[in-house]
């Protein structure tokens, strides 16, 4: 059991994980009294308060969630999760005991194959969202696989990397400063001094995002004016807090269906930023022929700077 990894997002005290209520021992309440967070049935732990919530219900919506899981499992971007998969292993191989963050996590694609990693590479992977469907989603799917934190046994040989899926913010994480290894920023907002608060000195940060021509000619034919991705622009706000050690990009070439090209446009802004009659239109046109388009991201890998 992990002693003060996490803390209670109320009142900042210690919070304790149990398999049915996490409870925070109240030492930093001015009441001095606990705060108790419920498991849910499916393995989550919403730490959400409502105060934190800019909507009734923030985050992905369920259609969105379900379009990416069919898209993602169909392995259009398998090359990207190889790719963030195997820098993990490079940066984590030799490290003793890591506990990671997976920001944004979504239905837990990314995070799952992070898991699988192994817990010799891994011993915790926290795979937090806003969208509490979201986080549903891959709590149900950890559960079913026995991956959960409280279904780790200790002195099992067969122990996996133990998975916590919480509801959060990633403007108010509920973990104790200095209290994890590295975190994944994949297609998520990136928050500097949160991401600097809860890392440890020389903590590592991975972000995966559209680069420069990223779905072009998909891009093309929703928009009439077309606005390209700056991946780079926000390395100039880590700066004060993090040493960009490496870049990668990656392009892949897809061959959509018309079901995959639906898939792809809800899970993204352009499900709701383009005309509905371009979306219309372009799905009539691919129902004859398979849409071409490429995929294009870029991957950075960055240490946090000690003592920020």
Same mark, same amino acid.
């Given at each position: 059991?992990?002693?003060?990894?996490?803390?209670?997002?109320?009142?900042?005290?210690?919070?304790?994980?149990?398999?049915?209520?996490?409870?925070?021992?109240?030492?930093?309440?001015p009441k001095q009294t606990n705060h108790p967070f419920d498991?849910?049935?499916?393995?989550?732990?919403?730490?959400?308060?409502?105060?934190?919530?800019?909507?009734?219900?923030?985050?992905?919506?369920?259609?969105?969630?379900?379009?990416?899981?069919?898209?993602?499992?169909?392995?259009?971007?398998?090359?990207?999760?190889?790719?963030?998969?195997?820098?993990?292993?490079?940066?984590?191989?030799?490290?003793?005991?890591?506990?990671?963050?997976?920001?944004?996590?979504?239905?837990?694609?990314?995070?799952?194959?992070?898991?699988?990693?192994?817990?010799? @590479?891994?011993?915790?992977?926290?795979?937090?969202? #806003?969208? !509490? /469907?979201? =986080?549903?989603?891959? +709590?149900?799917?950890?559960? *079913?696989?026995?991956?959960?934190?409280?279904?780790?046994?200790?002195?099992?040989?067969?122990?996996?990397?133990?998975?916590?899926?919480?509801?959060?913010?990633?403007?108010?994480?509920?973990?104790?400063?200095?209290?994890?290894?590295?975190?994944?920023?994949?297609?998520?907002?990136?928050?500097?001094?949160?991401?600097?608060? @809860?890392?440890?000195?020389?903590?590592?940060?991975? #972000?995966? !995002? /559209?680069? =420069?021509?990223?779905? +072009?000619?998909?891009?093309? *034919?929703?928009?009439?004016?077309?606005?390209?991705?700056?991946?780079?622009?926000?390395?100039?706000?880590?700066?004060?807090?993090?040493?960009?050690?490496?870049?990668?990009?990656?392009?892949?070439?897809?061959?959509?269906?018309?079901?995959?090209?639906?898939?792809?446009?809800?899970?993204?802004?352009?499900?709701?930023?383009?005309?509905?009659?371009?979306?219309?239109?372009?799905? #009539?046109?691919?129902?004859?022929?398979?849409?071409?388009?490429?995929?294009?991201?870029?991957?950075?890998?960055?240490?946090?700077?000690?003592?920020?």
């Amino acid at each position: 059991m992990l002693v003060s990894l996490f803390i209670c997002p109320l009142c900042q005290s210690p919070l304790t994980p149990a398999a049915d209520t996490w409870r925070c021992d109240g030492s930093l309440n001015p009441k001095q009294t606990n705060h108790p967070f419920d498991v849910a049935r499916q393995g989550y732990v919403n730490l959400l308060p409502v105060q934190q919530k800019k909507s009734k219900a923030p985050g992905d919506s369920q259609a969105s969630i379900e379009a990416r899981k069919r898209f993602l499992h169909a392995g259009h971007y398998q090359p990207l999760n190889d790719l963030i998969c195997q820098k993990m292993l490079a940066l984590l191989s030799s490290i003793g005991q890591v506990n990671w963050l997976d920001i944004g996590c979504g239905e837990g694609y990314y995070t799952q194959s992070m898991a699988q990693l192994g817990s010799d @590479v891994m011993d915790t992977l926290i795979a937090a969202d #806003i969208s !509490k /469907p979201a =986080v549903m989603e891959i +709590a149900r799917t950890s559960k *079913a696989e026995s991956k959960l934190w409280y279904q780790q046994d200790k002195e099992s040989a067969t122990q996996s990397t133990a998975i916590y899926p919480l509801v959060t913010s990633a403007a108010h994480l509920p973990l104790r400063a200095g209290s994890v290894t590295g975190i994944s920023s994949i297609f998520s907002p990136i928050l500097p001094e949160a991401f600097a608060e @809860v890392l440890a000195d020389d903590g590592y940060l991975i #972000i995966a !995002k /559209p680069d =420069v021509g990223h779905l +072009a000619t998909m891009r093309d *034919a929703l928009f009439d004016d077309v606005r390209e991705h700056d991946s780079d622009k926000f390395l100039t706000e880590l700066s004060p807090y993090f040493t960009l050690l490496d870049t990668h990009r990656i392009n892949t070439e897809l061959t959509l269906s018309a079901g995959d090209l639906a898939d792809l446009m809800t899970m993204t802004p352009y499900a709701y930023r383009a005309r509905s009659e371009k979306r219309q239109a372009l799905l #009539i046109a691919v129902k004859e022929n398979a849409f071409n388009t490429e995929a294009k991201f870029v991957v950075y890998v960055l240490r946090k700077i000690a003592d920020k």
